[in-house]
């Protein structure tokens, strides 16, 4: 029982501090992915090619000043780092990344994944509100709004590949897809997962929270030093989140010929990462009222219809 | 569009610092929810003076000051300017003196152009069509450097010509420049033109009439995005427009695509008539001999006295200009920039007045904006593509 526990503890560990590694590295795949992308080199001074960018950068971040403006919520204001970083990491607990590295098989692990996302919503929310800014609460209303409507669409996407796998456990759905990934008969509801899942991690082009062009930095404008920080490590981690989901309900997760089942899984889901920089540098940004429309007017019907179908599908080929 | 509860509208300051106001713009924005219901400019937070300081400076002390009007095409601003004071004298150029100041009037265009369509870009979110056009503005730079010895306040055209010859590196590379520009304007448009997002949040966005260019005063592409086909260079001709072959981009729709398809189309017939007059670019002097504006020689100043009295004279006092009142306008890339200038018949302007294209399009910018979202307003800012320095003067 006792080694039980400290097995699963140190199974935290690893995955929280490979995780964390992987998001500081993710922000320095973005800054070399984009620079390329647009004609410049991104980071080169710290260390062989830049490699030494996420340390400096995190150095720098715990060594500013922590400030917190006069006005602010206090107690609110210092616990919405906090929620908007914890659900991110929490979520990886139950993705399996291979046949026997996962913390817990639970068997709705995809509702303990959209139950977490919805957590992390709590923690904009209240950073816009307790920040008392103007900005700041306005970047919060939009992506409190925008992370809810495409939480809807991308909840209706996910139930093709349940329905088809017949399960919530995120193991069994992959192991569903050892003849084919669910991505060719659920084409649809891939796309739509693709669309709402770049939305709900506020990515661009779907970055109005934080459109710095508008809002400044959005809804954590009053923060400063490790607290952003937070927000920013949450932000990384919730992608990774729906990377690994993506590579688990639709690109067939840790399945795979010759490679070590662990690799299948980072291939699958660095590609869907790659294809969130690869958006970044392309795609001008939508506008408040647009990303609405597209949200509940295109990808909600579709996403149901396809709900439709698939269901009708699968009944008749059970029955 | 109603606002029945007038109490949800808050207020929301933009700037003086805020990543798109473009420089030093204040906006005071009363919004209802995201709604705008009302904007105010509130300019002068980089107000110098300049036309204040120019009472006190000869007329060719002044020309650094236009540099620094809009700071994106200083060539344009001393082109203006001294058609200006040439006009009191009624100076004949150069042939390729005026060939020359179209040449580097053209370019700088091309390179505001490119910074409007970088910034108006990244405004909207696409984060790299800034970094591919300043990848060609810097290009345009280096070739001012070459041809001026300045990147940006180059002060090189003077009054009766311009300051010197260009070398012979300056043409090879402008020619060079000027035959792959085309291509680099295809990879902007291919980024942006057809692209749906950006159709989305450009097409009917600040709207403005054919009507509203006249009540305004709009001019330049905020004229020609809107049906008005007018264009200075060639419907008040000067320098020498009238050899070259190009078209005056007009759209119809008078929206921000409108106007970003006007601008690009601009990019390209600027870049026409670079390559043209880089072609036939005549032989000759730079510099008028009228010795009412244009320094004697040196040759002549190491020979004769005269020469050196009024060589000496010119630098130390400056010229006098005859009395009257003198207005030229160009067609500058942010619209008409026009100076007004009234002489006493003395050394300097009794009084300098800047008609500044940018001022004249932010005027405007309530009547653009009002009942669209917060998130339009970046983009209308973008599209008036306005220059703070020229603005607050």
């Known amino acids: 029982m006792v080694l039980a526990i400290v097995f699963t503890l140190i199974k935290i560990l690893i995955i929280i501090v490979c995780t964390l590694t992987g998001v500081a590295y993710m922000t320095y795949a973005e800054r070399k992915v984009i620079g390329h992308m647009q004609v410049r080199l991104g980071p080169v001074h710290t260390g062989p090619k830049g490699l030494l960018q996420p340390l400096a950068d995190g150095l720098k971040l715990m060594a500013k000043e922590d400030m917190t403006p006069d006005m602010v919520d206090k107690p609110v204001f210092y616990v919405a780092p906090f929620l908007g970083m914890v659900p991110g990491l929490a979520a990886f607990a139950v993705i399996p990344f291979s046949e026997n590295i996962y913390v817990a098989n639970i068997n709705v692990g995809l509702l303990y994944v959209l139950a977490l996302s919805s957590v992390g919503v709590y923690g904009i929310i209240m950073s816009g509100w307790a920040s008392n800014s103007k900005y700041a609460t306005m970047g919060s209303l939009r992506s409190s709004a925008q992370v809810i409507s495409y939480e809807t669409a991308m909840g209706l996407s996910i139930l093709g590949p349940v329905l088809l796998a017949g399960s919530l456990n995120l193991k069994e759905i992959t192991e569903a897809q050892r003849g084919l990934w669910f991505m060719v008969p659920q084409f649809v509801a891939f796309v739509i997962y693709s669309i709402s899942a770049v939305a709900e991690t506020n990515r661009a082009p779907f970055d109005l929270p934080e459109a710095e062009t508008e809002l400044v930095a959005g809804f954590h404008v009053e923060y400063s030093s490790m607290r952003f920080a937070m927000f920013f490590l949450g932000e990384y981690a919730n992608m990774y989140v729906v990377a690994s989901m993506c590579a688990v309900l639709f690109l067939g997760g840790y399945t795979g010929p010759l490679l070590p089942p662990i690799v299948w899984f980072l291939i699958k889901m660095l590609a869907f990462m790659f294809f969130f920089l690869w958006l970044r540098a392309t795609l001008p940004r939508l506008r408040f009222d647009q990303l609405m429309n597209l949200g509940w007017k295109i990808l909600i019907p579709i996403a149901l219809a396809n709900l439709l179908i698939t269901s009708i599908v699968v009944y008749a080929i059970r029955n | ?393």
């Open chain 2, 1 to 393: 569009m109603s606002y029945n509860n007038i109490s949800e509208v808050i207020t929301v300051n933009m700037g003086p610092q805020h990543p798109s106001t473009h420089g030093v713009l204040r906006l005071v924005v009363d919004l209802d929810g995201e709604t705008i219901v009302n904007v105010e400019p509130d300019v002068g937070y980089l107000h110098r003076g300049t036309e204040k300081l120019a009472e006190n400076r000869t007329y060719h002390q002044c020309i650094p000051l236009t540099d620094r009007l809009d700071y994106l095409s200083p060539l344009s601003n001393n082109l203006a300017y001294c058609l200006a004071v040439e006009k009191f004298f009624d100076v004949k150029i150069p042939e390729r003196a005026d060939y020359l100041r179209v040449i580097l009037a053209e370019l700088a265009r091309v390179a505001s152009h490119l910074v409007w369509i970088a910034t108006h870009a990244l405004d909207i979110g696409a984060m790299t069509v800034f970094l591919y056009a300043f990848r060609e503005r810097e290009e345009i730079l280096d070739l001012f450097e070459i041809g001026t010895g300045q990147r940006m306040t180059s002060s090189w055209i003077r009054i009766g010509g311009i300051r010197a010859d260009m070398p012979e590196e300056f043409f090879v590379r402008a020619k060079d420049f000027v035959e792959r520009f085309d291509k680099n304007v295809d990879t902007y448009e291919n980024l942006l033109t057809n692209n749906r997002i950006w159709k989305m949040r450009t097409i009917g966005i600040g709207h403005l009439s054919a009507e509203d260019v006249q009540d305004y005063g709009t001019s330049g592409p905020l004229m020609r995005g809107s049906g008005v086909d007018f264009d200075l260079r060639r419907d008040e001709p000067y320098c020498c427009y009238d050899k070259f072959q190009w078209e005056i981009p007009v759209q119809p729709e008078g929206d921000t695509y409108a106007r970003y398809k006007v601008r690009m189309k601009e990019l390209r017939e600027a870049n026409k008539i670079v390559g043209q007059a880089l072609e036939t670019l005549p032989a000759g002097p730079v510099m008028t001999d009228d010795p009412r504006v244009a320094l004697p020689a040196h040759e002549d100043v190491y020979e004769r006295m005269e020469a050196l009295i009024r060589r000496f004279y010119i630098v130390s006092k400056g010229f006098k200009a005859p009395k009257g009142e003198t207005y030229q306008g160009i067609e500058a890339p942010k619209g008409e920039l026009g100076f007004y200038i009234v002489s006493e018949g003395e050394e300097r302007p009794y009084r300098m007045k800047v008609r500044a294209p940018s001022y004249v399009n932010l005027g405007a910018l309530n009547h653009m904006a009002k009942g669209h979202m917060l998130a339009d307003l970046v983009a209308i800012i973008g599209t008036n593509d306005v220059v703070l320095g020229e603005i607050d003067r």
